[in-house]
């Protein structure tokens, strides 16, 4: 006779929130079944290991059956079972686990070494979240008869004992009928099936078997193949692979073996730049194992790009993506992680409060930049290819939060020079300083080629000062958060003034700019809704003009921020430049003095020459055109 009893907690409430907020995919029902058979397996082989009156065997299993006329789904295992105890005090008490109370019952130095994969508690319950009623036949080689746990997931469940000869767990699911919303048929489906134990349990070490029905030939009487002849047949197919690679030791594991394995997971059709290989063990335990590819996904910087790396606990499959364990500086890094300490039954909201997590995502981050350093060091024309796929990524690090990751980053970073074929990193670029150089000189262009030829380089050409050249959008972002390098502070050669003149020269300019303190004032009158100053230059040797900009705002991080979604307006301080020193300083000057009528539009083409050398937009290239057209014509000797 059937024994009811009622759950131990407020079941029908506490069952719902388990289902519908510890649980957001309904497919991993499936994936905490298996996982409670594994266990069961593993107590028992691990109690017939002591106990004598236990046979002692190798032929464990798990067995998955569809009946899609019944509507059922079956998980079989023959591991431990349970007696009539453990069903009411394991089924009968929500959020009570048993593999974690066996684990507590051991002997501390014998649970070490047990990876026992359901230790959360709620996982059985899952099954209502596809199920209308749930089934457990189950006999413990301790007890003498079996027992059948019956219950639909509400108040309460029941009891009855029943004949089954072998020990183990029989799960039986009646799936509920389709939904608006929820359908349920898909889990009747044998490929839907071997597609979940593929994706989540594929690494659970014991056989997952299932009878599938097959197309074969038909022969004849003589053994020979009939052609156009099919028959159909069952089979019983193991579902799973059983020996995940990183159950290896990375000494086992070929090299050839790995990129195999990268390929084939994360469907890229290149060997990994990178393999970093990690297994700790102790206070925190993990194995994992890290991928650098050798090209950037073509999707990277979609807003569609998901980062992260797999999570497998105790070889079970959590999830795909798990952003936590990746910063996003490292977003094209793909992998996995293997960890005992993680918590199976566990949705996405816990993972991101998850300790463990956090720790292993901080070793591995350190990881993966040692093992860049030593690229860098060992495999310079490796790193370089790195740099050109990722480069930009690791700035964004920089910049990122802050700059809190500067000091682990900087010495990463490379940069193509004016005076140099290949990048360097800030030490080579400081060893190779002349020793009267006291900062880092940087010009940011949409080329090399512009900031080569950019009358801001005069002075620093004819010093023999190299100049790193900056030409992602994220350049200046990042130099403005490093601020400085070994005590050497950065410097644009397009912003604010060098001071790389002696002081003789510096009064000299001084001086002429208080002798030509009306001229200079004209100018800037002219051009006062554009410029914020003109003045003399100390920076221009042989150009005859140049536009740089205030302290603060670049004309880069204007362009950079202007681009940016949303109504943004602004603007660097401009300041331009004249050569003192050149001839057509002296004409304007004679101008000024002689045809002050021109003056206005000799101001206009100086600053629009300045804005076309910078590579900024003129607002009014006709005007302009105009202007030159009128000036060449007054300059052109007399027709008469």
Same mark, same amino acid.
């Given at each position: 006779?059937?024994?009811?009893?009622?759950?131990?907690?407020?079941?029908?409430? #506490?069952?719902?929130?388990?289902?519908?907020?510890?649980?957001?995919?309904?497919?991993?029902?499936?994936?905490? #079944?298996?996982?409670?058979?594994?266990?069961?397996?593993? @107590?028992?082989?691990?109690?017939?290991?002591?106990?004598?009156?236990?046979?002692?065997?190798?032929? *464990?299993?798990?067995?998955?059956?569809?009946?899609?006329?019944?509507?059922?789904?079956?998980?079989?295992?023959?591991?431990?079972?349970?007696?009539?105890?453990?069903?009411?005090?394991?089924?009968?008490?929500?959020?009570?686990?048993?593999?974690?109370?066996?684990?507590?019952?051991?002997?501390?130095?014998?649970?070490?070494?047990?990876?026992?994969?359901?230790?959360? +508690?709620?996982?059985?319950?899952?099954?209502?979240?596809?199920?209308?009623?749930?089934?457990?036949?189950?006999?413990?080689?301790?007890?003498?008869?079996?027992?059948?746990?019956?219950?639909?997931?509400?108040?309460?469940?029941?009891?009855?004992?029943?004949?089954?000869?072998?020990?183990?767990?029989?799960?039986?699911?009646?799936?509920?009928?389709?939904?608006?919303?929820?359908?349920?048929?898909?889990?009747?489906?044998?490929?839907?099936?071997?597609?979940?134990?593929?994706?989540?349990?594929? *690494?659970?070490?014991?056989?997952?078997?299932?009878?599938?029905?097959?197309?074969?030939? %038909?022969?004849?009487?003589?053994?020979?193949?009939?052609?156009?002849?099919?028959? $159909?047949?069952?089979?019983?197919?193991?579902?799973?692979?059983?020996?995940?690679?990183?159950?290896?030791?990375?000494?086992?594991?070929?090299?050839?073996?790995?990129?195999?394995?990268?390929?084939?997971?994360?469907?890229?059709? &290149?060997?990994?730049? =990178?393999?970093?290989? &990690?297994?700790?063990?102790?206070?925190?335990?993990? @194995?994992?194992?890290?991928?650098?590819?050798?090209?950037?996904?073509?999707?990277?910087?979609?807003?569609?790009?998901?980062?992260?790396?797999?999570?497998?606990?105790?070889?079970?499959?959590?999830?795909?993506?798990?952003?936590?364990?990746?910063?996003?500086?490292?977003?094209?890094?793909?992998?996995?992680?293997?960890?005992?300490? =993680?918590?199976?039954?566990?949705?996405?909201?816990?993972?991101?409060?998850?300790?463990?997590?956090?720790?292993?995502?901080?070793?591995?981050?350190?990881?993966?930049?040692?093992?860049?350093?030593?690229?860098?060091?060992?495999?310079?024309?490796?790193?370089?290819?790195?740099?050109?796929?990722?480069?930009?990524?690791?700035?964004?690090?920089?910049?990122?939060?802050?700059?809190?990751?500067?000091?682990?980053?900087?010495?990463?970073?490379?940069?193509? $020079?004016?005076?140099?074929?290949?990048?360097?990193?800030?030490?080579?670029?400081?060893?190779?300083?002349?020793?009267?150089?006291?900062?880092?000189?940087?010009?940011?262009?949409?080329?090399?080629?512009?900031?080569?030829?950019?009358?801001?380089?005069?002075?620093?050409?004819?010093?023999?000062?190299?100049?790193?050249?900056?030409?992602?959008?994220?350049?200046?972002?990042?130099?403005?958060?490093?601020?400085? *390098?070994?005590?050497?502070?950065?410097?644009?050669?397009?912003?604010?003034?060098?001071?790389?003149?002696?002081?003789?020269?510096?009064?000299?300019?001084?001086?002429?700019?208080?002798?030509?303190?009306?001229?200079?004032?004209?100018?800037?009158?002219?051009?006062?809704?554009?410029?914020?100053?003109? %003045?003399?230059?100390?920076?221009?040797?042989?150009?005859?003009?140049?536009?740089?900009?205030?302290?603060?705002?670049?004309?880069?991080?204007?362009?950079?921020?202007?681009?940016?979604?949303?109504? @943004?307006?602004?603007?660097?301080?401009?300041?331009?430049?004249?050569?003192?020193?050149?001839?057509?300083?002296?004409?304007? &000057?004679?101008?000024?003095?002689?045809?002050?009528?021109?003056?206005?539009?000799?101001?206009?083409?100086?600053?629009?020459?300045?804005?076309?050398?910078?590579?900024?937009?003129?607002?009014?290239?006709? +005007?302009?055109?105009?202007?030159?057209?009128?000036?060449?014509?007054?300059?052109?000797?007399?027709?008469?």
């Amino acid at each position: 006779m059937a024994e009811q009893l009622t759950f131990k907690t407020e079941s029908k409430r #506490l069952l719902h929130l388990m289902i519908n907020s510890i649980y957001t995919n309904k497919e991993i029902f499936l994936r905490e #079944l298996i996982s409670n058979a594994s266990d069961a397996i593993d @107590k028992y082989h691990l109690l017939s290991l002591t106990d004598d009156k236990l046979e002692k065997t190798n032929d *464990y299993e798990i067995r998955l059956e569809v009946n899609k006329k019944k509507r059922t789904l079956t998980i079989s295992d023959n591991g431990i079972g349970m007696t009539h105890d453990d069903l009411v005090n394991n089924l009968g008490t929500i959020a009570k686990s048993g593999t974690l109370e066996f684990l507590k019952n051991l002997k501390k130095e014998d649970a070490k070494n047990i990876d026992l994969i359901g230790q959360f +508690g709620v996982g059985f319950y899952s099954a209502f979240m596809v199920s209308s009623k749930v089934e457990v036949r189950t006999k413990s080689p301790y007890s003498e008869t079996g027992y059948l746990w019956t219950s639909e997931g509400e108040e309460s469940f029941t009891i009855e004992e029943i004949a089954k000869p072998d020990r183990g767990t029989v799960v039986t699911l009646f799936l509920r009928k389709n939904e608006e919303e929820d359908t349920y048929d898909e889990f009747l489906e044998d490929y839907k099936i071997s597609s979940l134990v593929k994706k989540y349990s594929d *690494y659970v070490r014991y056989p997952i078997k299932m009878d599938q029905e097959t197309e074969k030939p %038909k022969f004849d009487k003589d053994g020979k193949e009939i052609e156009g002849k099919f028959e $159909t047949v069952v089979e019983t197919k193991i579902l799973n692979k059983m020996t995940p690679i990183w159950s290896k030791s990375k000494a086992e594991v070929k090299p050839e073996e790995l990129n195999e394995f990268y390929k084939n997971t994360y469907y890229d059709y &290149t060997d990994p730049l =990178l393999t970093v290989w &990690t297994d700790v063990e102790g206070a925190l335990t993990y @194995k994992a194992i890290v991928f650098i590819p050798a090209k950037a996904p073509y999707n990277l910087y979609s807003e569609k790009y998901e980062k992260g790396l797999q999570l497998y606990a105790k070889g079970v499959f959590v999830m795909d993506k798990c952003k936590e364990l990746i910063p996003d500086y490292l977003r094209f890094a793909k992998g996995l992680v293997v960890s005992p300490d =993680l918590s199976l039954n566990i949705s996405r909201e816990i993972l991101q409060h998850n300790r463990q997590l956090i720790k292993i995502a901080a070793n591995l981050e350190k990881k993966i930049l040692s093992e860049l350093e030593k690229m860098l060091k060992n495999d310079r024309e490796k790193y370089e290819t790195f740099w050109k796929q990722f480069g930009v990524d690791l700035k964004y690090g920089v910049y990122d939060n802050y700059g809190e990751k500067k000091e682990s980053l900087q010495d990463l970073l490379l940069f193509a $020079t004016v005076n140099g074929d290949k990048p360097m990193t800030l030490k080579e670029y400081v060893e190779k300083m002349p020793a009267d150089q006291k900062e880092i000189y940087y010009g940011s262009a949409s080329s090399k080629d512009q900031i080569v030829v950019s009358p801001q380089m005069d002075l620093l050409k004819s010093k023999g000062y190299d100049v790193l050249v900056l030409t992602d959008d994220v350049d200046e972002f990042m130099i403005r958060i490093l601020h400085e *390098y070994d005590k050497h502070e950065f410097k644009s050669i397009n912003q604010g003034d060098l001071n790389l003149v002696d002081e003789t020269e510096k009064e000299t300019v001084k001086n002429l700019e208080s002798t030509n303190k009306t001229l200079l004032e004209a100018l800037q009158a002219v051009l006062a809704s554009e410029v914020k100053e003109v %003045k003399l230059s100390t920076r221009l040797t042989d150009s005859p003009v140049c536009l740089v900009s205030g302290e603060g705002l670049s004309f880069e991080m204007e362009k950079v921020i202007n681009q940016m979604p949303g109504e @943004k307006n602004l603007k660097a301080d401009k300041i331009l430049e004249i050569n003192p020193k050149h001839d057509l300083f002296r004409a304007i &000057t004679s101008v000024h003095a002689q045809e002050p009528a021109l003056l206005e539009d000799y101001a206009w083409v100086l600053y629009n020459q300045a804005l076309l050398i910078e590579g900024l937009p003129i607002s009014d290239p006709v +005007g302009f055109a105009n202007k030159m057209v009128k000036l060449l014509i007054k300059a052109a000797p007399s027709q008469q």
